[in-house]
Nanobody
Framework: QVQLVESGGGLVQAGGSLRLSCAAS????????MGWFRRASRKAREFVAV????????YYADSAKGRFTISRDNAQNTVYLQMNSLKPEDTAVYYC????????????????????WGQGTQVTVSS
C-alpha cells in the first residue's frame, strides 16, 4: 500500500514563500509522475503542477507559472513544491498525487488519472 504524506503547509503573509514536501512510503514511486493539486473552500480540486519520473519534464497551471516550482528527489522518494510570491487566492488544501501512466507534459494531470493521493496540507495566505 502506497502512502503519500504532505508537510510544510502553514500560515504565511502575502508575498511570502512556503515549501511543501510529499514523502512516499510503501513502494518506490521513482517511475511515477508526481503532481500537486489544491482545493480551496467551496471549490473543486484543481491541478497545480506535475513532474515526470526523471524530473526532466514539468507542467504548471497558469496560476502557478513563474511562482511555483515542482521538483523531486527519487533517492528520498520525495516530491517538493516551492511556492513563492504567495497570494491570498493560493489559500487551499494542497494534495500530493502520483500517476503511473501520465506522460503528456503539455496538459494538466487530471484527477481521474491519479493512482494515489496524499491526505493534504493546509496553506493559508493572509493579505
Amino acid at each position: 500500500q502506497v502512502q503519500l504524506v504532505e508537510s510544510g503547509g502553514g500560515l504565511v503573509q502575502a508575498g511570502g514563500s512556503l515549501r511543501l514536501s510529499c514523502a512516499a512510503s510503501g513502494r518506490t514511486l521513482s517511475t511515477y509522475a508526481m503532481g500537486w493539486f489544491r482545493r480551496a473552500s467551496r471549490k473543486a480540486r484543481e491541478f497545480v503542477a506535475v513532474i515526470s519520473w526523471t524530473g526532466d519534464s514539468t507542467y504548471y497551471a497558469d496560476s502557478a507559472k513563474g511562482r511555483f516550482t515542482i521538483s523531486r528527489d527519487n533517492a528520498q522518494n520525495t516530491v517538493y513544491l516551492q511556492m513563492n510570491s504567495l497570494k491570498p487566492e493560493d489559500t487551499a488544501v494542497y494534495y500530493c498525487a502520483a500517476d503511473r501512466y501520465y506522460s503528456d507534459y503539455d496538459r494538466p494531470l487530471s484527477t481521474y488519472e491519479v493512482d494515489y493521493w496524499g491526505q493534504g496540507t493546509q496553506v493559508t495566505v493572509s493579505s
